[in-house]
Nanobody, 115 residues
Framework: QVQLVESGGGLVQAGGSLRLSCLAS????????MAWFRQAPGKEREFVAA????????NYADSVKGRFSISRDNAKNTVYLQMNSLKPEDTAVYYC????????WGQGTQVTVSS
């Protein structure tokens, strides 16, 4: 039993920044790697970024590498996604999960980037 609650999305102009948060509960958060995914209208969900349980290693999709940064605060059971230099192509609903995407999906948080 795990609950994932995403927040921090919104409307931003191209080139702007947003910081997303994911609060996890119902398990030992510090023991698990975490990841961010996104889904644009009419498209399948895609991987964005991942972080190890201790936060010592990260991985990014090519489309966001150099612009996004994933981090975590295990004391707060929270994982973050700092999104810089946003592009209209980043418009999507953003979700957190384990890196294999096996947990129940939360509601996600909408990110809309205008040109």
């Amino acid at each position: 039993q795990v609950q994932l609650v995403e927040s921090g999305g919104g409307l931003v102009q191209a080139g702007g920044s947003l910081r997303l948060s994911c609060l996890a509960s119902g398990r030992t958060f510090s023991s698990y790697a975490m990841a961010w995914f996104r889904q644009a209208p009419g498209k399948e969900r895609e991987f964005v970024a991942a972080i190890t349980s201790s936060g010592d290693r990260t991985n990014y999709a090519d489309s966001v590498k150099g612009r996004f940064s994933i981090s975590r605060d295990n004391a707060k059971n929270t994982v973050y996604l700092q999104m810089n230099s946003l592009k209209p192509e980043d418009t999507a609903v953003y979700y957190c999960n384990g890196p294999e995407g096996v947990a129940d999906w939360g509601q996600g948080t909408q990110v809309t980037v205008s040109s």
